[in-house]
């Protein structure tokens, strides 16, 4: 049997401080992408240990809230869903369910979940099969086939996930060496943001503002992000979490499953991991708003700077954003807006990952517009940024509304072998803590089996 590589902790990946000094600084260094210390770089924190975020300019927000967003492009692959691969394969291994040279992986995706998978499985030496719609941008794809992954294509877009989930099942269930790296399901993907996001939000904001958060807003694709949020509301009782999604798809709002083209969000679906408890509004975003203010974002610094940001910072953002990551800014400015938050208040959002998967989604914007010029951006910036309004936001707390979205989320895994039974446990806050608590278990189990692997 092959030896693995064995990563960081939930503790770790959390405070990379607490690593080995000799084996962060070598991850640190390292320059070759697929060299496995990078599996210990892991870690919303940079060298200096400090939370990579980006505190955006007012002159772009136009709201006196302070907008704190988590940037996702430094992690090993070029987002943040590296960490929620990484937590699935390694409890896997830990627990004996998946095997070095016995398993082939799988990783049902839209692109940055499959992205990870393919990284994380080029690092610890297993075979991948990344199973996600034909239409996404030829950027993940390439990618993908770069870290060595085969790609099992589906019918569709981003609101087609659902076909790469039955896809997966039927796989899995046709060849026994299958194991799926499930993100919509497995409780991994929700330890990992719930712990090492959720704590890394409560860091960034220390010194800004009121050193509070007062809303957290996150575009669920896996819902996975918004599980930071439960562990916000655990510090922040008053904080309020949204949750954002396209306004051609609004499957949590009334139950729409339209097409739309903000990669990576809006899956037509509740998430089996989405802890619906905690999810106070569900608001709509246009997905043309999106990409256009990805396109003001790259391409409009002059006119940024117009606008009175600064050029150092319009600069700056031009990579730091792609179209959810847009769509996130877009929803905390709405929130800022309906909450009628002021300068001492905090956002976060999280940008998933940078502009370097887009570009092609930029060709396309040029190709259904007759033209772009300078005064058609100012446009753009205008609507997108300046003048969004607050339509479209769901108040989700009632018992009413919590009702409909579990019996959105049964009507979506009871086909997948779900009992009733463990969907109904999900309407308790206990079911959800359990969960988290056995993040010092896996811990615990990590750090053994890490042991075993160096000796």
Not at 140 to 150: D, E, N, P, V
Not at 173 to 194: C, I, M, S, V
Not at 389 to 394: A, L, P
Not at 443 to 453: L, V
């Amino acid at each position: 049997m092959p030896k693995v590589p064995f990563g960081p902790t939930y503790h770790e990946m959390l405070h990379p401080e607490t690593i080995d000094p000799l084996i962060r600084k070598q991850a640190c260094a390292s320059q070759d992408e697929l060299d496995p210390i990078h599996l210990f770089n892991i870690t919303w924190k940079n060298e200096q240990g400090k939370v990579r975020h980006l505190v955006l300019p007012k002159a772009l927000t136009g709201v006196d809230a302070n907008i704190v967003v988590l940037l996702g492009k430094d992690f090993p692959s070029g987002s943040h869903k590296v960490g929620p691969a990484y937590a699935t394969l390694i409890e896997g291994c830990v627990d004996g369910d998946i095997i070095p040279g016995e398993h082939t992986i799988l990783g049902p995706s839209t692109g940055n979940f499959g992205i990870g998978v393919a990284y994380i499985c080029n690092l610890m030496k297993y075979d991948a099969i990344v199973i996600m719609p034909d239409n996404m941008s030829k950027e993940r794809y390439a990618r993908i086939q770069g870290y060595g992954a085969k790609l099992d294509l589906t019918p569709g877009t981003e609101s087609d996930v659902i076909l790469t989930l039955e896809r997966t099942h039927a796989l899995v269930k046709k060849h026994p060496t299958y194991r799926a790296l499930a993100q919509f399901e497995l409780f991994p993907n929700y330890r990992f943001h719930r712990h090492v996001t959720g704590h890394s939000a409560i860091e960034a904001v220390q010194g800004i503002g009121n050193s509070k958060i007062a809303c957290f807003v996150s575009a669920p694709g896996s819902a996975g992000t918004l599980a930071a949020g439960d562990q916000i509301k655990h510090v922040f009782p008053d904080a309020v979490i949204t949750a954002l999604e396209p306004y051609e798809c609004s499957t949590l709002t009334d139950g729409g499953r339209g097409q739309h083209r903000i990669e990576g969000i809006g899956d037509k679906m509740c998430t089996l991991i989405h802890n619906v408890l905690n999810t106070d509004f569900v608001t709509l975003i246009k997905d043309e708003d999106a990409v256009r203010g990805l396109k003001v974002i790259h391409d409009g610094a002059d006119i940024l700077v117009e606008h009175g940001v600064a050029r150092e910072d319009a600069l700056h953002m031009r990579e730091h954003f792609g179209v959810s990551g847009v769509c996130n800014i877009i929803g905390a400015i709405k929130m800022a807006k309906y909450l009628g938050l002021g300068p001492d208040d905090n956002i976060v959002t999280v940008a998933t990952d940078g502009f370097d998967r887009y570009d092609s989604v930029l060709q396309d914007l040029e190709k259904r517009t007759l033209e772009i010029e300078d005064f058609v951006l100012r446009r753009w910036f205008r609507d997108t940024f300046r003048k969004i309004g607050i339509e479209e936001i769901n108040d989700v707390r009632s018992l009413e509304s919590k009702q409909r979205l579990f019996w959105q989320k049964e009507s979506d895994w009871v086909k997948f072998g779900y009992e009733k039974a463990y969907l109904d446990a999900m309407k308790e806050p206990a079911f959800w803590e359990q969960e988290y608590d056995k993040i010092k278990a896996y811990d615990e189990k990590i750090k053994a089996k890490r042991g075993e692997e160096m000796t």
